[in-house]
């Protein structure tokens, strides 16, 4: 994948409609919406998306409907007047007596076929918002009439492209850069980064929160780009010409992808070894990458005591689908090769599906430890638990983060170190606490809603905090980078890296004391 964002943690859930949707355009000049969906303090912990259901000025209600109720009827009159009699109307029921409410809101409807069909997308994108993002004062705004607003300013429009950017403001108004909206070409990407292979160069990439930069997180091993100098920390500048300014990483991600054998130019910004900076341009071949999330060695050493001792490195790149399966078969291998500790390491791992993080982590963990606690919209906080668990191994493990380490990875280093399973070794991580939701839309897009906060199992707060580490690592004296260690790595270029350096002492520590005890 050439992209895998440090600011993605998210459960997959492909969601169906469960209604008819008219999306040609309409002669008719109203037109109606109906959006019926559960109250949010009623929805199930999927965050199913609301039924859809879209009418012409003929249809009705469904009997029993109650379609536009007198408290509403002035906010029809008001917003009516702002759309010069061309307007359609969007109802939100909910089914709980006690919380019931039914809303109208009018609005244009576009005779353009490619606009229409982004007007439906809007109304979907709008409706899972509504229902199940974090902020119930969704960044303290009026989400009804911002609705009302983002369609009228839609409705003149002539292209797809400027109408899905009146989406993506409407998200923007929210305050949170992880809920947004992404084209179907970016959610394939998103797809196959989750799932395996690609046609690419070999990148994970991510914009820089505070700079806008468009940065490598990492790269992977023997792959074009790796052949080509690209190291992690550089800056993409340009690809194929195009500026990356304000380009988002999915976007810049399929930018980088295309058929085996074709090249693609990217502008580099780097900085050397001894400090200084410089720009050059690369043409990079695309081939096939191939994404397994795990890379492993066993690294033999020395105990104080003299007895030589084994210790499993595993390098967990991405939670992917296949990351806890591969996971549980490099740890299976190691044990039947006698490894009597583990070094996990989690650096420059930006996160991905939030049930891979809680998979592995049920790997090293027994009984019915809390692997993590959610907070919903509405302040209650969740733990989830694991049921009967029964780990792998109970050997010394610490486990590696770093700046780079996010999302899933702070909720599996968290999970880890919070019930004494693991010590951490490294850096303070990302510090990324918020989970999404990510949802396929009608017209093959896809919505990322943030829809829960997250603590740690000893309810500490992660998000632009990051978890700090037991043990510092300092890079003084790296002879060679994290990315150095992925892939087949022989142990011996393992040893140069300091910070697995001080990890194999942490491990020495623990072996000695359950030998003392």
């Known amino acids: 994948m050439e992209s895998l964002s440090s600011n993605l943690d998210s459960a997959l859930s492909n969601i169906s409609l469960l209604s008819k949707i008219h999306s040609k355009p309409t002669s008719n000049l109203f037109s109606s919406f109906r959006l019926s969906s559960f109250n949010s303090r009623r929805r199930s912990k999927n965050h199913l998306c609301p039924n859809l259901v879209f009418c012409n000025k003929n249809s009705s209600p469904q009997a029993g409907d109650q379609f536009l109720t007198a408290e509403n009827k002035d906010l029809i009159k008001r917003v009516g007047r702002g759309v010069l009699g061309f307007a359609a109307a969007v109802s939100l029921l909910c089914d709980s007596p006690a919380f019931a409410e039914s809303l109208t809101v009018a609005f244009p409807v576009s005779h353009n076929r490619e606009v229409n069909s982004v007007q439906r997308t809007l109304v979907e994108a709008w409706g899972l918002i509504r229902e199940t993002f974090v902020d119930p004062t969704f960044n303290h705004q009026d989400w009804d009439l911002k609705l009302q607003q983002t369609m009228v300013e839609m409705f003149p429009l002539r292209s797809e492209d400027a109408a899905y950017n009146k989406i993506k403001g409407m998200l923007s108004t929210l305050g949170d850069p992880f809920t947004r909206i992404i084209s179907p070409k970016e959610y394939q990407s998103f797809r196959i980064g989750s799932d395996g292979n690609l046609q690419g160069v070999g990148l994970f990439i991510n914009v820089e929160p505070q700079t806008g ?94 007895h030589l001792s084994k210790t499993g490195y595993v390098k967990l790149a991405t939670f992917s689908q296949t990351a806890a399966l591969e996971m549980e078969n490099t740890v299976h291998e190691m044990e039947s090769q006698g490894v009597q500790s583990y070094i996990l390491d989690l650096r420059n791992n930006p996160g991905g599906l939030v049930k891979a993080g809680l998979d592995v982590a049920q790997i090293w963990l027994d009984g019915t430890e809390t692997l993590v606690n959610t907070i919903d919209r509405d302040g209650n906080m969740l733990p989830i638990d694991m049921i009967d668990g029964h780990a792998l191994t109970r050997d010394p493990l610490v486990v590696l983060v770093n700046e780079g380490s996010a999302s899933a990875s702070e909720i599996l280093a968290g999970a880890l170190h919070d019930n004494g399973r693991a010590i951490l070794v490294g850096h303070r991580t990302f510090g990324k606490g918020k989970i999404q939701s990510v949802t396929e839309l009608h017209d093959g897009s896809a919505l990322f809603i943030t829809v829960a906060k997250y603590l740690s199992p000893a309810l500490h707060d992660i998000d632009q905090v990051g978890i700090n580490p037991d043990v510092q690592c300092t890079t003084d004296f790296l002879n060679s980078s994290p990315k150095d260690s992925f892939g087949s790595a022989s142990s011996s270029s393992l040893e140069k890296d300091s910070c697995i350096l001080v990890a194999e002492h942490q491990l020495d520590v623990q072996e000695s004391k359950g030998s003392a005890s």
Do not use: W
């Open 213 to 306: 930069h468009m940065v490598v997180l990492s790269c992977i091993e023997n792959s074009p780009a790796a052949r080509a100098g690209i190291r992690e920390g550089d800056e993409l500048m340009e690809i194929n010409g195009e500026r990356l300014d304000g380009v988002a990483s999915e976007a810049a991600a399929q930018k980088l992808r295309g058929h085996v054998g074709t090249t693609v130019t990217v502008k580099v910004h780097s900085v050397d070894d001894f400090g200084s900076s410089y720009i050059r341009e690369v043409n990079i071949p695309r081939e096939v990458i191939k994404l397994s999330p795990i890379s492993s060695a066993i690294i033999p050493h020395k105990l104080p005591d003299g």
